[in-house]
Structures are given as C-alpha cells and as structure tokens.
C-alpha cells in the first residue's frame, strides 16, 4: 500500500516561510509526476503547485507564483514545497499527491488523500 506523509506545516506570521515535505512509503518515487494541493475551511481541495517526473517542469497557481517552489528529491522519496512570502489566504491544509502529469498535471491520481499538514498564516 502506498503512503504519502506530508509535514512541516505550522503557525507563521505574514510575510514568512515554511518549507513542506511529503514522502513516500511503499513503492518507487521516481517516474511519477507529483503535486501540492490545499484546503482551506470552507473551501474545496484546490491544485498549488506540480512537478514532472523527472523534476524537469514545474507548474503553479497563479496564486502561489513566484512565492511558492516545489522540488523533488528522489533519493529521499521526498517532495518538497518552499513557501516564501506567505499571506494569510495560504491558509490550509496542504496535501502531496501523485498527479496525471503533462497536459493533466493538476488533476491528483487519485482522491485517496493522506492526513495532510496544516499550514496556518497569522499575526
């Protein structure tokens, strides 16, 4: 069975950083594109950032362009997400997820969704 852990999530004020992890458990890391989604209170699960296989492309809402990073590190079976300049709609519960990939890569494999990390923005 395949799992996916994130962590890294917490309390931040405005205008900082947090850096997001998600690894892998239970199979090959590498040849699967990959992706960050969130959801806030209230809201649905919506598409931030993805990464193709072999880390060659990345995509990003336009929300988080430019201030968001996502990266992969397939020796460690570990997706990472750098959050800089953070605001208080970042707010959310931040998911990792195998994705479609090329013209798909914002839609998630699968609505199997792990535990996530809470990210939270405030002064």
């Known amino acids: 069975q395949v799992h996916l852990v994130e962590s890294g999530g917490g309390l931040v004020r405005p205008g900082g950083s947090l850096r997001l992890s998600c690894v892998a458990f239970?199979?090959?890391?590498?040849?699967?594109?990959m992706g960050w989604f969130r959801q806030a209170p209230g809201a649905e699960r919506e598409f931030v950032a993805a990464?193709?296989?072999?880390?060659?492309?990345?995509h990003y809402a336009d929300s988080v362009k430019d201030r968001f990073t996502i990266s992969r590190d397939d020796a460690k079976k570990t997706l990472y997400l750098q959050m800089n300049s953070l605001k208080p709609e970042d707010t959310a519960v931040y998911y990792c997820?195998?994705?479609?990939?090329?013209?798909?890569?914002?839609?998630?494999?699968?609505?199997?969704w792990g535990q996530g990390t809470q990210v939270t923005v405030s002064s």
């Open positions: 239970g199979r090959a890391f590498n040849n699967y594109a």
């Open positions: 990464i193709s296989w072999n880390g060659g492309t990345t």
């Open positions: 997820a195998d994705t479609l990939g090329g013209s798909y890569y914002r839609y998630p494999k699968s609505t199997d």
